[in-house]
């Protein structure tokens, strides 16, 4: 259950282009390159064209997520080249975990951070790509520009939003600077959260969403945890989501939040956060549905065990519909 905070000041349009650099990237290639990943990871790489992108988790045996990418072919074929874009904080022991199971496969997994530019790209400056790239496409769509890439993710405050990848040292995207802050906010805003180090190993997929977004084919072979992810889809036994929310205090990545019914135990963690243009704070929590059902104003607080009451956070409505609602 999500409500729409109408006190929250409204934003106008949000146009640029922000340098990612808390993403980081992994290459993966060669001839079995799809199909290491695609025991690997949740979304079906086998399907993934030169056309499109997928969000994806890498999971661990009890369906944690370790980490999470926006994948992507840059080129098919005989010796085919896949790039994973993760949080930087989270790549090299990422790129160690996956490097484990490769085994006698085909692929070559490398960090190639330093070979690649990311830029965010949003508003006005996303539109005149766009009108290059033949019209506004879904999420999780991709273009081609010679050698960069553009990845169309979800939108953030009504704002469309995109990822460019260049090889390093070619011209980024034309566009006005955007401060990194407000391409965070969107990200917040957009309802899905990237795993980064605080939140390693803390959710199942479907605790964030992934689901509903895209993140999950259930119709997919075997990966790391995947029985738990599809019990938890299957079984009726999805008692945690990710919730947008709104509060006047600075959240942490990783903080627990708390209901007033239960100071003792929390209800949820943080999954991102982000300081709101206009005031305030916006995140994306995890939470008990059974605490975000009863949160009447006041209820849910910032906090940790023992200690006093933080900041209310109040709930707003997520961008998307859930899975079980569609």
């Excluded at 064209?49 to 370790?66: D, I, P, T, V, Y």
């Excluded at 607080?301 to 569609?326: H, M, R």
Aim: glycine content about 10%; hydrophobic content about 50%.
């Amino acid at each position: 259950m999500t409500r729409t905070d109408t006190a929250i000041p409204a934003t106008s349009e949000i146009s640029g282009v922000a340098p990612l650099t808390h993403f980081g990237v992994i290459r993966v290639a060669g001839a079995e390159a799809v199909k290491f990943l695609q025991g690997q990871l949740t979304q079906d790489v086998a399907l993934l064209g030169l056309s499109e992108a997928h969000l994806a988790a890498f999971c661990n045996a009890k369906g944690r997520m370790q980490a999470s990418f926006v994948v992507f072919k840059r080129m098919a074929g005989a010796d085919e080249e896949i790039l994973l874009v993760c949080s930087r904080d989270i790549l090299a022991a990422t790129l160690k975990r996956l490097s484990m199971f490769v085994l006698r496969a085909k692929a070559r997994l490398s960090d190639a951070s330093d070979e690649f530019a990311l830029y965010g790209v949003t508003g006005g400056a996303l539109d005149a790509i766009e009108s290059i790239a033949s019209g506004a496409r879904p999420a999780w769509a991709k273009v081609d520009f010679d050698a960069a890439n553009l990845v169309f993710l979800y939108p953030g405050a009504g704002q469309p939003r995109a990822l460019w990848c260049a090889p390093a040292g070619a011209e980024p995207p034309a566009g006005a600077p955007l401060d990194l802050g407000l391409w965070h906010w969107l990200s917040v805003q957009s309802g899905i959260a990237m795993i980064t180090q605080p939140i390693f190993e803390a959710f199942v997929p479907q605790m964030l969403n992934y689901e509903s977004v895209g993140g999950v084919n259930f119709k997919k072979g075997c990966y790391p945890g995947q029985e738990i992810v599809a019990r938890s889809q299957f079984r009726g036994t999805l008692k945690r989501r990710a919730y947008l929310m709104h509060t006047a205090a600075a959240p942490v990545v990783g903080q627990e939040v708390f209901h007033a019914s239960d100071t003792e135990q929390p209800c949820g963690m943080v999954a991102a956060a982000a300081a709101h243009p206009s005031g305030g704070f916006d995140a994306i929590v995890s939470m008990q549905t059974s605490a975000a059902a009863n949160s009447a104003q006041g209820q849910l607080t910032l906090g940790s065990v023992g200690s006093a009451p933080g900041a209310a956070l109040t709930l707003l409505s997520l961008p998307y519909a859930l899975l079980e609602d569609i």
